[in-house]
T-cell receptor
């Protein structure tokens, strides 16, 4: 069965620091999708990225970057030069059976607190 | 607004009452998913529906909970005889037909049982 582990429950950093949020997943499928979502204090879920298991290229989007390592089943998320607005809970998620629409399995989330 | 619409945003029910949560998917999306987020926890899958069909309800509690996605109108998650433990945020997501299935989430309904 699929599983997503976010071992870091809470991280506190000072503004402008870089921070990496870890995500480790388990799946028996050879093809799957990985996602990151942000949940700010207002409570909604904001989509950040979706990654196909066949595409191991790292991705950068502004201050955000993602490191996908299939060999270690990890999909880590780094925020460079963090800002107070980055304070939120971040969820990693896995979708198996990419040939069909199916559920997402979420990790328990990492709460990021960025202070001045 | 082309996103997933959930209403109400906040819902307060007394123990024993019924709660009805509504979800209108993105126009053109034929797949709807319900997730529950208990306080300080991650999202847990509840049920996956297509129009008039329940595809996967492996995450639904066996009693008091039901879901539907009729041919016309929004998807409804119904909780009968609510208890304090049902207090949570309930999120709905939709995706288009077929792979790879990009998900759009609604803003959630926060249910409080008093």
């Amino acid at each position: 069965a699929q599983k997503v582990t976010q071992a870091q429950t809470e991280i506190s950093v000072v503004e402008k620091e870089d921070v990496t949020l870890d995500c480790v997943y388990e799946t028996r499928d050879t093809t799957y999708y990985l996602f990151w979502y942000k949940q700010p204090p207002s409570g909604e879920l904001v989509f950040l990225i979706r990654r196909n298991s066949f595409d191991e290229q790292n991705e950068i989007s502004g201050r955000y970057s993602w490191n996908f390592q299939k060999s270690t089943s990890s999909f880590n998320f780094t925020i460079t030069a963090s800002q107070v607005v980055d304070s939120a809970v971040y969820f990693c998620a896995l979708k198996e059976d990419p040939g069909t629409a199916s559920k997402l399995t979420f990790g328990t989330g990492t709460r990021l607190q960025v202070t001045l | 607004n082309a996103g997933v619409m959930q209403n109400p945003r906040h819902l307060v029910r007394r123990r024993g009452q019924e709660a009805r949560l509504r979800c209108s998917p993105v126009k053109g999306h034929s797949h709807v998913y319900w997730y529950r987020q208990l306080p300080e926890e991650g999202l847990k899958f509840m049920v996956y529906l297509q129009k008039e069909n329940i595809i996967d309800e492996s995450g639904m509690p066996k009693e008091r909970f039901s879901a539907e996605f009729p041919k016309e109108g929004p998807s409804i998650l119904r909780i009968q005889q609510v208890v304090r433990g049902d207090s949570a945020a309930y999120f709905c997501a939709s995706s288009p037909r077929g792979p790879p299935g990009g998900y759009t989430f609604g803003s959630g309904t926060r249910l409080t049982v008093v």
